[in-house]
């Protein structure tokens, strides 16, 4: 167990749908990372929240939003879902606002759009 | 524009063998690399990290080594186990305000008996 929690560990929802994937950090960090991984691809950036506030922006559709909450989880939100979409999403967290210390994954949703 | 290559792309091995990963990088300017193993549908879990003075770090079976000058790096694994099958993913960080992580493509490493 990493520290990392995330919610749901699967999901399967059709097209034009919307869902919400949640991030708990591990104890005392303060930045959590969301990023996708597509089948056979690497890992792809998204969004950066720090102590509640957006710090970083990647490779996120518009259709994607994401928000860091007072108690520091985190929710990924996915609107008008695509076939294209389907993939595991994984988050990070670590203590400080930079990746130089104790940078940890969470085990992923697994996104099934059909 | 900040890249991370990784070779071979998958390799196979026979139980109890070594083997060795590659990872160019031109992330510039540099602050640490670190190498990952996945295993299927799991989350990535650090093996080693170093930063741009260490040449070498172990981790059990796992060696790391950095070239900063050549910015190159490898990933020993020294006689492999069934459990050693997985993804593995070099990362190297900026020193920058961003600070931001630049991802391999990853090496699919299937190890058989």
């Known amino acids: 167990d990493s520290g990392v929690t995330q919610t749901p560990k699967h999901l399967i929802t059709a097209t034009g749908q919307r869902v919400t994937l949640r991030c708990s950090p591990r104890?005392?960090?303060?930045?959590v990372y969301w990023y996708q991984q597509s089948l056979d691809q690497g890992l792809q950036f998204l969004i950066q929240y720090y102590n509640g506030e957006e710090r970083a922006k990647g490779n996120i559709l518009e259709r994607f939003s994401a928000q860091q909450f007072p108690d520091l989880h985190s929710e990924l939100n996915l609107s008008s879902l695509e076939l294209g979409d389907s993939a595991l999403y994984f988050c990070?967290?670590?203590?400080?606002?930079?990746?130089?210390?104790?940078?940890?994954f969470g085990s992923g949703t697994r996104l099934t759009v059909v | 524009k900040n890249q991370v290559e990784q070779s071979p792309q998958s390799l196979i091995i026979l139980e109890g063998k070594n083997c060795t990963l590659q990872?160019?990088?031109?992330?510039?300017?540099?602050?640490?690399l670190r190498w990952y193993k996945q295993d299927t549908g799991r989350g990535p879990v650090s093996l080693t990290i170093m930063t741009f003075s260490e040449n070498t770090k172990s981790n059990g079976r796992y060696t790391a080594t950095l070239d900063a000058d050549t910015k190159q790096s490898s990933l020993h694994i020294t006689a492999s186990q069934l459990s050693d099958s997985a993804s593995y993913i070099c990362?190297?960080?900026?020193?920058?305000?961003?600070?931001?992580?630049?991802f391999g493509g990853g090496t699919r490493l299937m190890v058989k008996p």
């Open positions: 990070a967290s670590s203590v400080t606002l930079t990746y130089n210390y104790g940078y940890t």
């Open positions: 104890s005392g960090d303060l930045s």
């Open positions: 990362v190297v960080s900026a020193n920058n305000a961003g600070n931001m992580l630049t």
């Open positions: 990872c160019n990088y031109t992330v510039s300017p540099f602050s640490n």
